[in-house]
């Protein structure tokens, strides 16, 4: 069972120094994570100043306002306002500016390589009695509230190695190359910290309990 603690990540300044980055997860792994050299990346951004936002030419991009109220996006001439916990879809080349009414916020970021791969983002709200899986594929990021995290009881004592194909789960790292920690013993219930993302499995799937609200981020592999 992987877990990337947020704590723990690089913050990386944008180039207008209207904000931070921290990447989550990208795949394949590039020197920097604002250099476009992945075929996807997750992050996290905090905004704190109005501006444009980076060109992402060839690429697909969904925004999630995940703290803050209001993200004012402009995008190729057209406003759109961006409230919390609502995913937003658009090109990655776009011309793209970001006001903050409403103050500084807190922006998921998932980006995909068109014609390689697709990203979604669902935001739910999780339960004490009944958990959420994470599968193959998958990340899991605790935006708001308390969770514990376990392996699935099938799989609680599998290998955490997941097949390859460039998909969260298949050996790709949070920023700084390290791998992401291990549990301490196999089946024992972890806690979760705000912004830190599990990595799905289909092999002893992880499975998240609490109280409070999960983006669930999907990357899919384009195929034909």
Known sequence: MEIIRYAELRAEPWRNKGGVTRELASHPKAA???DGA???RVSIAEVSKAGQFSAFPGMDRVLTVVDGELLLLTVDGSEHPLEKNRPFRFPGDADVTGALPT???RGLNVITRNGAFKGYTSIIELSKKRAHPVFEGQLGILLQ???T????????DASDAGPGGGAPGSGDTPDGGEAPEAAP???EPETLGRYDAVVGSDSGTPEILGRG???VVSIDRVTG
């Open 185 to 187: 013993s196999p089946g």
């Open 32 to 34: 920097s994570s604002q």
């Open 145 to 147: 509230g308390q969770a």
């Open 213 to 215: 609200f999960l983006a």
């Open 149 to 156: 995290v376990s392996p699935g009881a099938a799989g609680a």
């Open 103 to 105: 103050g500084d916020i």
């Open 38 to 40: 992945w075929d996807w």
